[in-house]
């Protein structure tokens, strides 16, 4: 037993995810991942998980209203109370002034809080409609002149956005 997902994930071929006493997911670390059922699912196998209001979107996908502001789109359908997961690895960051560029579809304002350094890696602390973490190259951060304080622009693919339960 325990409570760090990447250690389960290499300790076992299956891993069984627990909430208040009783499994709520169980499969491959890859499965769960790529298909959490819930947002403790989302959360503990290391997503960004933000909640908001899904109605049906364009093209058979979904629109979510966040709580905070802002709004996500997601290939999933769904609606009502929902949450929206995206991992940060997912998350690009643009200089707050670009204009979008891309397929990204996901564009919200934020403010970097605080930069960690793991390697040739930077883990983004962001401010926005609801707290964000971002994992980008430290050449890109570099490059883009992040601090805290900056304004930036996270975006993200809506095929990279999960909707699952709140």
């Given at each position: 037993?325990?409570?760090?997902?990447?250690?389960?994930?290499?300790?076992?071929?299956?891993?069984?995810?627990?909430?208040?006493?009783?499994?709520?997911?169980l499969g491959t670390a890859s499965e769960?991942?790529?298909?959490?059922?819930?947002?403790?699912?989302?959360?503990?196998?290391?997503?960004?998980?933000?909640?908001?209001?899904?109605?049906?979107?364009?093209?058979?996908?979904?629109?979510?209203?966040?709580?905070?502001?802002?709004?996500?789109?997601?290939?999933?359908?769904?609606?009502?109370?929902?949450?929206?997961?995206?991992?940060?690895?997912?998350?690009?960051?643009?200089?707050?002034?670009?204009?979008?560029?891309?397929?990204?579809?996901?564009?919200?304002?934020?403010?970097?809080?605080?930069?960690?350094?793991?390697?040739?890696?930077?883990?983004?602390?962001?401010?926005?409609?609801?707290?964000?973490?971002?994992?980008?190259?430290?050449?890109?951060?570099?490059?883009?002149?992040?601090?805290?304080?900056?304004?930036?622009?996270?975006?993200?693919?809506?095929?990279?956005?999960?909707?699952?339960?709140?």
């Amino acid at each position: 037993m325990t409570h760090d997902f990447a250690e389960a994930a290499q300790l076992g071929d299956r891993v069984g995810i627990v909430d208040q006493g009783r499994i709520v997911q169980l499969g491959t670390a890859s499965e769960l991942a790529a298909a959490p059922r819930s947002a403790f699912v989302a959360d503990f196998t290391g997503a960004v998980v933000l909640t908001g209001v899904a109605s049906p979107g364009p093209q058979g996908g979904t629109r979510v209203e966040l709580d905070g502001g802002g709004t996500v789109t997601s290939t999933d359908a769904a609606e009502g109370v929902v949450a929206v997961s995206v991992y940060p690895w997912e998350i690009t960051i643009e200089a707050a002034e670009e204009e979008p560029h891309g397929s990204a579809e996901n564009r919200l304002a934020a403010e970097v809080l605080s930069i960690t350094v793991v390697g040739s890696r930077a883990r983004l602390g962001l401010a926005g409609p609801q707290p964000l973490v971002a994992e980008i190259t430290l050449a890109s951060a570099e490059r883009l002149g992040l601090k805290a304080g900056v304004m930036v622009t996270a975006t993200w693919k809506a095929a990279a956005t999960r909707v699952v339960a709140a």
